[in-house]
């Protein structure tokens, strides 16, 4: 038994305790070398000058019983229960007290339990109680997240005109429109405009205006009564607005806001052989670069973002279906293969669940499989799970609410309509509702609570058509159509809209991409790929993992 042991069995029995520490009413007895080994306060307390032996009773105003009760009972056993509840509290105490151990508790905690409520309280306790790793963690959610932390977080509207300027400023400060950036410093401002209109000019000098459209300038902006009696913002709407008429290109040059993520197009199949190109795609710039290449080419693979790496898994390399499964490390721009999977598997389908990825169907280049596999990148072990009710390859697989969706692809017998759904729970595969007819090489993913499947071949032809699946109700509707038809192509969500790129049309290969927005159920295009691509992964990764290469 260690000596802490032995002192907390004592001091719970009040015996051989040399000091009383007391918070309002409450009294705890304590010995005073055990709390002289956990912090340098109480060593400085108990040692110095000012404290004698003979003195017992040590009174702390500065913190609440429980947090005292927390505190002393980490001296003593050397853990503690940091709670949602009493974190910032309890981070506040041991910072008081110097009690490091608890300090590096609830900064792990927190860090762990980011919200769009309380990042903002976490950010500014971190930077007042010296925690520099949990501050920066803090003000990066804050920058991801700003269009919903301003208007959920009460604490914003608390911020000083100085840290909202430091948060407008960064290029990584994510929000879709620069707009949502103007309309939180109005709302800024609309929460004590006596003392904060003066600041507007300030803040709007963060505003970046050119990247607003010239008819939200000319139609909010310009006529927002705190910017009209504003000469110096004026000033600046009138060269911006000036600039945007002005200007010959695309867009006038100026910082574009960094995305929180980017979109990765991984290999595939271009001038009729697989590739190992890798190209991403930036949302604010509306912009295609080259990215580092794969290991090895592959095509009709696919790919998943789990733990900071990306994964790729089977495929085509012109000669051989593979069964091999290689990872990207974002961080180093390193590959390294994994271990590989129990079959084959070509114009297969992943998804990553509970920190595992699953592996369904697909085509060994004589059979189309009805099994599936879970990789579980700790063990670094494939293992098989239940098969699926079908054999299928090129179907649509999408991950939802815990359960896995596998819906159409092609069998022995052609395009399948059937649907079914695996819950890892109960390890089986249940038939969903199925589709209205068969199909394959469609995209598919988990979009706004619901399973979208996209396009793919069917009648010899391809389709643009979209049908969104319910889980609630296991029924099929319509949804708008894409504005090309394609299939073989890379699908993703990014920024809660739902883009499409590349794949095969009458034959040929395409570039160009679209993306749907489910709030005015419209496709819109954006920038085309630099090449004609079919069969490759279209990934979401985090813009600061993948920077960080």
Request: proline share 4%; hydrophobic share 40%.
């Amino acid at each position: 038994m260690s000596s802490n042991m032995i002192f907390n069995k004592l001091r719970l029995k009040g015996l051989l305790c040399n000091a009383v520490i007391r918070v309002d009413s409450v009294e705890f007895k304590v010995h005073r070398i055990v709390l002289c080994n956990c912090s340098p306060y109480f060593r400085r307390l108990f040692c110095g000058k000012s404290s004698t032996s003979e003195q017992q009773v040590y009174s702390f105003p500065q913190v609440s019983p429980n947090i005292m009760s927390l505190i002393v009972e980490y001296a003593y056993t050397g853990s503690v229960v940091v709670t949602e509840e009493n974190a910032l509290e309890l981070l506040a105490g041991a910072d008081h007290f110097a009690v490091k151990g608890v300090t590096q508790a609830c900064c792990v905690f927190l860090a762990q339990h980011f919200s769009l409520k309380n990042c903002i309280d976490i950010w500014m306790m971190a930077d007042f109680h010296r925690c520099p790793e949990l501050r920066l963690k803090a003000f990066l959610y804050i920058l991801r997240h700003f269009e919903e932390v301003a208007i959920f977080s009460v604490t914003f509207l608390r911020l000083s005109v100085q840290q909202l300027a430091g948060l407008l400023e960064e290029d990584e400060l994510s929000v879709r429109q620069e707009s949502a950036v103007f309309e939180a410093v109005l709302r800024w401002i609309d929460h004590a405009p006596g003392e904060r209109q003066g600041h507007l000019a300030t803040l709007l000098s963060k505003v970046r205006l050119l990247l607003m459209p010239g008819q939200y300038l000319i139609d909010t902006v310009s006529t927002n009564a705190v910017v009209l009696a504003s000469c110096p913002c004026m000033t600046m709407l009138i060269q911006a607005m000036n600039t945007l008429r002005e200007s010959n290109m695309e867009r006038p040059l100026t910082r574009p806001r960094q995305p929180s993520a980017v979109l990765l197009a991984i290999g595939g199949w271009e001038n009729n052989f697989p590739t190992d190109r890798i190209d991403s795609y930036d949302v604010r710039a509306d912009c295609w670069e080259r990215a580092n290449n794969m290991e090895d080419p592959r095509a009709f693979h696919d790919c998943v973002f789990l733990g900071g790496f990306l994964y790729c898994v089977g495929g085509y390399d012109g000669v051989r279906h593979l069964r091999t499964v290689q990872k990207l490390n974002l961080a180093t721009q390193t590959w390294q293969e994994v271990q590989s999977m129990t079959v084959p598997r070509s114009r297969v389908n992943v998804v990553a669940l509970n920190g595992c990825i699953y592996a369904m169907g697909g085509c060994n280049g004589v059979r189309k499989h009805r099994t599936a596999e879970r990789y579980q990148p700790d063990a670094n072990q494939w293992d098989l799970i239940a098969p699926m009710r079908e054999r299928r390859s090129d179907a649509v697989t999408a991950m939802l609410h815990g359960k896995v969706y596998v819906c159409g692809g092609l069998n022995p017998n052609g395009p399948l309509s059937t649907a079914e759904c695996y819950n890892p729970q109960s390890h089986l595969w249940n038939l969903i509702a199925p589709m209205e007819m068969g199909f394959y090489a469609a995209g598919g993913v988990a979009y706004k609570d619901k399973i979208y499947v996209v396009g793919g071949y069917k009648g010899g032809s391809p389709t643009s058509r979209v049908l969104a699946y319910d889980p609630l109700s296991n029924q099929w509707s319509a949804v708008n159509p894409m504005i090309n038809p394609r299939f073989s192509f890379g699908i993703a969500v990014l920024e809660d809209r739902l883009y499409v790129a590349g794949g095969f049309n009458n034959g040929n290969t395409i570039c160009n991409v679209e993306r749907y927005d489910e709030n005015t159920n419209s496709w819109q295009t954006v920038r085309d790929m630099e090449t004609l691509r079919a069969g490759f992964s279209l990934c979401v990764v985090e813009r600061n993992a993948y920077a960080a290469a």
